[in-house]
């Protein structure tokens, strides 16, 4: 699978900001924004910053057609997606893609804009996992410098402490997954990802555990865990219980799911609904070492 990666972008190239899925204002994205021009870059304010459509940045149309104005519009050279939320699942098939695999430009966001990697994935164009104009601000320096490094075609190495319940090991694979109720959400779909022979990023938000379960259990009977090279899990923030308690934590959940596989699994990593939320390249393969004290993902390509 070869995937076709933009150029790393130079000082005045252009990146647009818009929303494809939750409404959000110009307030709210403005020290995005000025992160942005501080780095050297121009900035393209899509049409859908300060549209208001109940919970949307406008109506579905508006985020679609704000979408491929910067697909086609040869003077973007990446877009950053505002806002998470929901909705983005309601434009994607009215977008054509055909530019953006003729010109390759970054798409930048998590949460719900795993909708638009897991998408894009299926046409070998990658994207950056990474904060969103909303919550750079709340992001940590490394999480910053990491979405800077991404754009800029710099190396982009993680290290963090390993977890008690990780599986050791070492691999190498291409890079794909997301938000997991996304994920979820597009199994059985033309969006569904193939993970044969990559290594998987995991993240979620809010949820009970039960739904977890749910979730991890659909894309297991789907194969999604079976032939992986490896598997990340980021930050499991804000999980819930009944009154009745699950029995499991999500650590639980997944060494039992993974059991039978032979492959390394890291809990605990800077990926997701967490203000250390590393950019991650989806679509470049990776070499991911799980030791007794530290885990290591390279963030290069490897032969």
């Given at each position: 699978m070869n995937f076709n990666f933009p150029k790393p972008l130079q000082?005045?190239?252009?990146?647009?900001?818009?929303?494809?899925?939750?409404?959000?204002?110009?307030?709210?994205?403005?020290?995005?924004?000025?992160?942005?021009?501080?780095?050297?870059?121009?900035?393209?304010?899509?049409?859908?910053?300060?549209?208001?459509?109940?919970?949307?940045?406008?109506?579905?149309?508006?985020?679609?057609?704000?979408?491929?104005?910067?697909?086609?519009?040869?003077?973007?050279?990446?877009?950053?997606?505002?806002?998470?939320?929901?909705?983005?699942?309601?434009?994607?098939?009215?977008?054509?893609?055909?530019?953006?695999?003729?010109?390759?430009?970054?798409?930048?966001?998590?949460?719900?804009?795993?909708?638009?990697?897991?998408?894009?994935?299926?046409?070998?164009?990658?994207?950056?996992?990474?904060?969103?104009?909303?919550?750079?601000?709340?992001?940590?320096?490394?999480?910053?410098?990491?979405?800077?490094?991404?754009?800029?075609?710099?190396?982009?190495?993680?290290?963090?402490?390993?977890?008690?319940?990780?599986?050791?090991?070492?691999?190498?694979?291409?890079?794909?997954?997301?938000?997991?109720?996304?994920?979820?959400?597009?199994?059985?779909?033309?969006?569904?990802?193939?993970?044969?022979?990559?290594?998987?990023?995991?993240?979620?938000?809010?949820?009970?555990?039960?739904?977890?379960?749910?979730?991890?259990?659909?894309?297991?009977?789907?194969?999604?865990?079976?032939?992986?090279?490896?598997?990340?899990?980021?930050?499991?923030?804000?999980?819930?219980?009944?009154?009745?308690?699950?029995?499991?934590?999500?650590?639980?959940?997944?060494?039992?799911?993974?059991?039978?596989?032979?492959?390394?699994?890291?809990?605990?990593?800077?990926?997701?609904?967490?203000?250390?939320?590393?950019?991650?390249?989806?679509?470049?393969?990776?070499?991911?070492?799980?030791?007794?004290?530290?885990?290591?993902?390279?963030?290069?390509?490897?032969?």
């Open positions: 000082k005045g190239d252009t990146i647009a900001v818009i929303s494809t899925a939750r409404k959000v204002s110009l307030d709210e994205v403005f020290f995005g924004i000025q992160w942005i021009k501080k780095l050297g870059f121009k900035v393209f304010i899509g049409k859908t910053i300060g549209l208001v459509h109940h919970q949307f940045a406008g109506m579905d149309i508006d985020r679609a057609n704000d979408l491929q104005l910067m697909i086609d519009n040869p003077e973007v050279k990446a877009i950053w997606c505002a806002r998470g939320g929901y909705g983005t699942v309601r434009i994607i098939d009215q977008i054509d893609f055909l530019a953006l695999q003729q010109n390759p430009k970054w798409l930048i966001g998590y949460s719900d804009i795993t909708v638009l990697h897991s998408h894009l994935h299926n046409f070998n164009i990658p994207t950056i996992h990474a904060p969103m104009a909303f919550d750079i601000k709340k992001a940590t320096i490394e999480a910053q410098t990491s979405l800077a490094n991404a754009l800029l075609g710099k190396e982009n190495n993680i290290s963090f402490p390993t977890s008690e319940a990780n599986k050791k090991g070492q691999s190498s694979g291409i890079a794909t997954g997301g938000n997991l109720s996304i994920l979820y959400s597009l199994c059985g779909s033309k969006s569904a990802i193939d993970t044969k022979g990559k290594i998987l990023f995991l993240e979620d938000l809010d949820e009970y555990l039960y739904h977890i379960d749910r979730m991890l259990q659909n894309l297991n009977r789907n194969g999604i865990f079976k032939d992986l090279s490896g598997l990340v899990i980021g930050g499991m923030s804000t999980m819930h219980d009944n009154t009745i308690p699950f029995g499991f934590n999500v650590k639980k959940m997944i060494l039992d799911i993974t059991a039978k596989y032979n492959y390394p699994v890291a809990f605990d990593a800077p990926f997701g609904h967490i203000t250390d939320n590393r950019a991650v390249i989806f679509g470049r393969k990776l070499k991911l070492v799980v030791n007794d004290r530290t885990t290591v993902i390279t963030n290069k390509s490897f032969t």
